[in-house]
């Protein structure tokens, strides 16, 4: 069965810095897909990135980039610049297989970044 | 225009009533999907279709049954709802599992 793991349920970060957040997944799958959703407080689920486990390259989204460790099946998340409209929480999420397959995602952790 | 839109936002009722939850997507999506959300923020699958054929059927109690009576369409009707059914519920769509999910953004329900 596939798993994912966040161990951080909460972290925060001043204005301006940068941080790093922890996600953790278990499968024998070879070719699958993660993702880091946002969950700011008014509830709306944002995908802030994606990456493509068969790409060695890290994924980036502005501020927002990976280090995808496939051997070590880890996949972290690092803001950088961090302003206040990152507070949210933030989950990491697993998905194989074809049309249909289903988003696995961690339990969350929650991001508050302070003025 | 809204890409996957949830009515209604909030939902407040009591013990034992029967009430739906209305999803529509307009991207064109052939897969959509149900999510619940606990209150420790834990979102998990309830159910999938594909081009109105059901797909994925987690452990979810028979009071829970979703109808699609197209592709762009994904409604969850919960029958005598009980106190632990609180909670929010995601609508989402996907094309292909690639890109991701789109999702609507949720409906809080409460029974009390």
């Known amino acids: 069965a596939q798993t994912v793991t966040q161990s951080q349920p909460e972290m925060s970060v001043q204005e301006a810095e940068t941080v790093t957040l922890s996600c953790t997944y278990d499968?024998?799958?070879?070719?699958?897909?993660l993702f880091w959703y946002k969950q700011p407080p008014s509830r709306q689920m944002i995908l802030v990135i994606r990456?493509?486990?068969?790409?060695?390259q890290n994924a980036t989204e502005n501020r927002f980039s990976v280090n995808f460790q496939k051997a070590a099946k880890s996949f972290s998340l690092k803001i950088s610049d961090s302003q206040l409209g990152d507070t949210a929480m933030y989950f990491c999420?697993?998905?194989?297989?074809?049309?249909?397959?289903?988003?696995?995602f961690g339990q969350g952790t929650e991001l508050s970044v302070k003025p | 225009d809204t890409a996957v839109s949830q009515t209604p936002k909030y939902l407040v009722t009591q013990m034992g009533n029967d009430k739906s939850i209305k999803c529509e997507q307009n991207?064109?999506?052939?897969?959509m999907y149900w999510y619940k959300q606990d209150s420790k923020k834990f979102l998990k699958i309830m159910f999938s279709?594909?081009?109105?054929?059901?797909?994925i059927n987690e452990t979810v109690p028979n009071r829970f049954s979703p109808k699609s009576p197209d592709k762009a369409h994904l409604n969850l009707h919960i029958n005598s709802l009980e106190l632990g059914d609180s909670a929010v519920y995601f609508c989402?769509?996907?094309?292909?599992?690639?890109?991701?999910?789109?999702f609507g953004s949720g409906t809080r329900l409460t029974v009390v």
């Open positions: 499968t024998s799958e070879n070719n699958y897909y």
């Open positions: 279709y594909n081009n109105k054929e059901l797909i």
């Open positions: 991207l064109g999506h052939d897969t």
């Open positions: 999420a697993f998905i194989y297989g074809n049309q249909g397959g289903k988003l696995i």
């Open positions: 989402a769509s996907s094309h292909g599992v690639s890109y991701g999910y789109t």
């Open positions: 990456q493509e486990a068969y790409k060695q």
